[in-house]
Structures are given as C-alpha cells and as structure tokens.
C-alpha cells in the first residue's frame, strides 16, 4: 500500500470517526428517556403522551379532525395585502384570545377545539399556543392510516393580538375567491390548496348540515386515503340528514345514512375546485396516488405552519413527531352501486383512472365511529 493511499484511508477513517462524535453530541436524552436532536425539543415528549393518551385515545377520529382543522383555521388568518394587524399566522391566537376568532362565523365550532386544547397548554405551559396547536396537528393525524409524517418546528412566541374576521375561507365562497385568499394568505398555488384539502379524507362536519353532526365527508373517514378524491367527483343524488340544506352544501353522492351513521356530505367549495380548469387535474392526480397525495399534504402543511413565522428563528423537532400508522394498502375505488359513468370527469387533459367498485346492491353506511361503538362519543 502506498503512504498517499494510506493518508487517504486515514483521512477517510478520521472524517468517519468525527462525523459518528458529531451525531453523537447531537442527540440529547431527555428527563423521560426520550432522545431528540435539540434539548428545546425535549418538553414536546410529555405533551406527546399526553395528547395521545387524554384526547387521541390511538383513534383517527373526532378529537384528531378538529384538531387539524383549527391548526389550518388559526395559520391562515394571515394576510400580505392587509399587514401584520390583520392577524399573525400561526400563532395561537385561537386559544389565546377565546372569545374573539372562535366566534367568527367561519370558525363555528372551533370553540369546541379551543376547550380541549386549553388544559394541555395550561399544563405543559412551557410551550406556546401556536407550538401547541401545529405539534397537535401533526401528532394527532399519526393516528391516521396512510398519513404522512408531518414536519414540527418548535418556537412561535405567543400572539399578542386577535386576527381580525373575514381571512378563513368559507365553503359557499368561489373558487376565485379561495385561491385569492389562500394565495394572500399563505402564498399557496392551486395546487397546494388541493394537497391542503387532502385533510378532508379524514374530515367530518358538525356545523353545516341542519339537524346532524359528524357527517363524514367521505366514506372512509377515519383513514387517510384517497377516496375523497373520488367521491367529490361523483353525481350528486341527494342531502344527507333530514333533507334540509345547509350553507356551503351541495347535493352528495351517498346521502343514505340510519341513526348515528349519517349520509355523507360535499362542500360546495370541493365540489367547485374538483372541477374548475385551474385545480381539476391536480384533484384528479390524487386518485389511487397515496404517495403523491400524502407527500404533497406534507408540503403544504409545513408551508401552512411557517404562515407569520421566521423558520429561522424556529428549532426543528420533528423527531418528537412518531410514524404515523402504516396506510392499509386497499386501493380507491367505487363505492357499492358507483361506477366510471356516475364521475363528472372534469380534467380535460387525463382519462379518470381505472377503479372497481366495492360489492353491494345499495349504499353501504359510513359507520359513526373508527372501531365500534364503545370508542367515541355520538353526539345528538
């Protein structure tokens, strides 16, 4: 062997030995045992187990949809065009002034999510309402078959005012409107504010259809999949519920509900976005594309939870965040009495994927609850 290729070996050896000291120093045991990159990241562990514990109970239901839902609801009540006193992005405003945005119109129900949110800040009170309510998120849809693993920095400095009202979109407004709003607010593409809505998977509604709560907005609920993508795009046959129609609805696919499993549900705002020229075919690109679809929502949050944030100034703590459970592996499909011929196809460049339809002669129910009925609360 020569002495330069000796030199090279020890220099190869020593960069080696530097690198594993590095990665050594760089991974911090916590008070519970837990190990993280950041020491800062350490107080993200108990609340972690706190969360998963006291209000997840290891289910994607309920808790999880409104927790995700006031985490996009608190970052984009930010605006460009107005400046800093419209409102501060993610910053826990929500909780932190519960009687202001909870009250806006657009916020109907948030209240419920501002409850159960405000122990665990009370008793982790280390950490800031804004790290509370985009770690809960990211947390909570870990619970979610097929989800992503969302990326968490931790250090937003507690709001100090109230977003003023009118920055959350609204499902009757117009796809124009949404876009101009989300673009104002996030500087979100039509494309990201199609991966954004990727959440409605999972997503259920207590406050637009008369009379009902919990009303699935697709047939696997408590699953990130892509079957939303799917049944946004099938012809409308009825209400669920009691037939009455609430603001922002239009007529869904599968409206057929008994009891407590009640029919689904469709926004008019999803309705318009799966078909207008401008997010069409990315809506359509999610379907049977769980990859794509769970990489893309991962983007657009991470982009979401920096909304009046220097990432800069934040720590990653991303590693607090488990893996979230494995996707189940079934394909979308049609459900029961569906076929290619009920899709509005609205993508003028792609034919719709090919799809089988689950068996049955009638609609099947969208069960109230993710195992049974001894694990959540039905609510009347």
Do not use: Y
Request: charged content about 15%; glycine content about 8%; proline content about 7%.
């Amino acid at each position: 062997m020569s002495f330069k290729t000796l030199l090279a070996l020890i220099g190869v050896s020593v960069a080696s030995v530097q690198a594993a000291t590095l990665a050594k120093k760089s991974s911090v045991t916590c008070p519970d045992g837990s190990t993280t990159a950041n020491e800062a990241c350490c107080a993200f562990f108990p609340l972690l187990q706190d969360l998963q514990t006291n209000l997840f109970g290891g289910n994607c239901g309920e808790d999880v949809h409104e927790t995700l839902r006031i985490s996009f609801h608190d970052a984009i009540a930010f605006s460009k065009s107005l400046g800093p006193s419209a409102g501060g992005g993610a910053d826990g405003s929500m909780i932190i002034f519960p009687n202001v945005e909870p009250n806006f119109v657009a916020n109907a129900g948030i209240s419920d999510s501002v409850g159960f949110l405000t122990p665990f800040l009370q008793r982790h009170n280390t950490i800031s309402a804004g790290d509370l309510i985009q770690f809960g998120a990211a947390a909570a849809i870990t619970n979610c078959p097929g989800a992503p693993q969302l990326e968490f920095l931790a250090g937003r400095p507690n709001a100090t005012a109230p977003a003023i009202d009118g920055l959350i979109p609204e499902p009757q407004d117009s796809v124009t409107s949404i876009l101009a709003r989300m673009a104002d607010g996030g500087d979100f593409s039509p494309a990201e504010v199609v991966a954004l809505l990727s959440s409605h998977t999972i997503a259920r509604s207590d406050t637009v259809v008369p009379g009902s709560m919990q009303v699935p907005f697709d047939t696997t609920p408590f699953t990130f999949d892509t079957q939303i993508f799917v049944e946004v795009l099938l012809n409308g046959t009825g209400f669920p519920g009691n037939g009455s129609v609430g603001t922002g609805e239009v007529e869904s696919p599968l409206p057929l509900g008994s009891g407590a499993d009640v029919g689904e549900i469709r926004l008019q705002s999803d309705f318009a976005i799966a078909r207008d020229s401008r997010t069409a075919c990315t809506w359509q690109s999610f379907v049977n594309e769980q990859e794509k679809m769970a990489d893309a929502f991962k983007s657009a949050m991470a982009k979401m939870a920096l909304i009046g944030q220097d990432r800069s100034a934040l720590i990653d703590c991303s590693d607090v965040i488990p893996q979230p459970v494995p996707a189940s592996g079934k394909a979308a499909t049609f459900p029961a009495t569906k076929t290619i011929a009920d899709i509005d196809q609205s993508c003028a460049s792609s034919p719709f994927p090919s799809l089988a339809t689950d068996p049955g002669a009638t609609q099947s129910l969208i069960p109230n609850c993710p195992n049974d009925a001894s694990s959540c609360i039905i609510l009347a």
